[in-house]
Structure formats: C-alpha cells, structure tokens
C-alpha cells in the first residue's frame, strides 16, 4: 500500500463558530468531527475539534496516467481551512512510491486543483460566515508519502527532496536527523514541507498532529504579518499626528491608543488559542512528533517574531501614553499660569477702581 496527502492551508482572518457552522451545513454536506483514534481520548486534547467536510474526488493527469484523489476540508474555529487531496493505491509496490511522489513533487500540477476547491468551498462557506475572505497567495503546504512496510530500496531523502541527486552525507544526515520511531516495523522522517512516514497500521493519527502543526505554522505566519502591518501604520499614524496642534495631537494619540489596545487583545486572545491548539498529555510517543513536527517547522522562530512585534506596539503604547500625560500636564501648567496672571490682573484693575 502506498499514500500521497498533499495539504494547503489558507487562513480567513476571523474565528468561527463551528457549532453553528456544522448545524448550517448538516442538512446538505456530509460533516464530521476530527478525532484521534489510537489513543485515548485524554491523551490529545481538542478545545474545539475543527470540522471537516467530504468534498468531490479530483482527478489529475501526469505524464499520461490520471490520478484520482478524495477531497476533504478542515475548518478550525481559529480561522484556518485546511485542504486535503489523498491518493491512495492498496495495491501497488513499495517501490512505486518514489515513482508516484516524484511526479507530484512541489505539489506539481496540483495548483490549478487547489484553487478551483478554494472558490467551491467558498461559495459553500460565504452564506455561513461572515465577512469570508481568503487570499489564496498566502497558504501553508505540505506533503506526506505513506506506505505500510519497509523496503531497502527505497529512500525516504528523495520523497522529502523531490528529486533524485547524489546527495552529499552533510545533507543526508541533516534531513534523517529528524527521525522518529515506535516499533522496529515504523518510522517517521520529517521535514520543512513534507513527511515520509512507514507503517503497518493506520497513520492516521500521526498524519493529523502534522496537520495541526502546520495550522499552528500558518496562523502564527500570519498574525506575524498583520502585527507588522499595523506597526508600520501606527508609525504613519504617529508621523501624520505630530503635524497637528497640540490639542489635536493629544486626541489622534488617544485614538491611536485605542485602536493598539483593541488590537492587541484580540490578537493575544487569538495567539494563546493557537499556542494552545492541541495538547498531547499522555501518550509519550505522540507529544514527541508534535513537538518535533513542530521543531522542523520552526514554529518558535515565528513565535518569538510574533512576542517581539506585540512588544513593539506596547513600547508605542507606553511612549504614547507617557507624551499623552506629559502634553495634559504641560496644558494644566498653562491653565494654572492663565489663573494666576488673571487674578493678579483682576487684583491690579481693582486697585485703581
């Protein structure tokens, strides 16, 4: 048996409801709940398991074969959509594997597919969520080659690279360094966009806790990118603020404030659900290929970006606020010096009446 899963994953910019969204789409779509099923039900824990709908098989021509793949989606309540084509052939060779993957390297040939599914799910979704809007130019994507048993000939290095090349040891070794294995009869190779994995069983479950670390991926990924948007226009905002009056000045920094503050709890709010997507408690096994999946993707590195920018806006928003109090103190000073050259001027006019 072998296996190819390709994924895309776009982010919509807004968290949804899945309750409501799985109860709108019962009646016409064939839904269902993601759930692990190896382990026990304690050992992964899902706040909000995504929902994932059936869509049409798609059918793909390579080099003078067709190649059908079943469809499906995810939709996490975070607001991320995951695709999946999922190529499956029960009796072929292992060593049809690399032959099959190679013609789909890079996800070749695929583009044209995701992005006809990405409008159909929209036109499914649109009526449900509001304000829907996904940029199909920004998306995470990753491949996955599965077979059931072991064989010498073949090698995980050109399913993960996409090509055959007489690779040097140097890279061989840092490719391979990011295995993972339970029994003598699995294994698990991970990399930056794809994954080789060998196993008897179903691999289900394994093949999810990748999906779940690229959702994480992509969503950090993109609310690096919004947080750097808005840094970049509260800078614009700050330089078209200091060539207002005072009086002005201090109410746009009051407004720009404002705007910060609402900003960054909402993504704070988001961020913590994304760090905190899927917990692996108990199943040793398990929490090691999230945790590496993870690793490979450098999920820390957008991380800390991410940490870094929120430190930015609230460094602005203190620098804000203190010039806020220093222009409210600067204006009672005059105030108080208005007062006081009035009463003396009162003091002098009386003494003449």
Known sequence: MIALRFYRI??????IDLDWLERSLAQTYFTARTSFLRVKQKSIMIEDPPLQIRMQ?????????????????????????SFCFKYENA???VSDLERTALLFAGQEGLGDAFLQYLRMLGEILKPHIKGFLIDPDFYEDYSVFVTDKTDETLDPVVLLIGERVNICSQMREEILKNSLQYTNDDLVVLSYDGAFICDPDSPNDIID?????NVQVLELRYYDRELARQIEKMYDDIEESDRLSPFFRSRKYHAIMAKQMESHAEISEVIEKVNNLLKVTEDVYYARVYAMVLKV?????????????IEVIQENYSMLSDEVRIQHSNSLEWIIIILIALEFGLAIWQSFT
């Open 297 to 309: 993707l450098r999920s820390s590195q957008w991380s800390e970006s991410v940490s870094r920018k």
């Open 91 to 93: 009796d072929a060779q």
């Open 57 to 81: 098989s798609v059918i793909v021509e390579r080099e003078g074969s067709s190649y059908e793949f079943t469809a499906f989606a995810r939709v996490y309540d975070i607001g991320v959509i």
């Open 10 to 15: 776009y982010d919509i910019g807004r968290e």
């Open 209 to 213: 806790l990748i999906e779940f670390a």
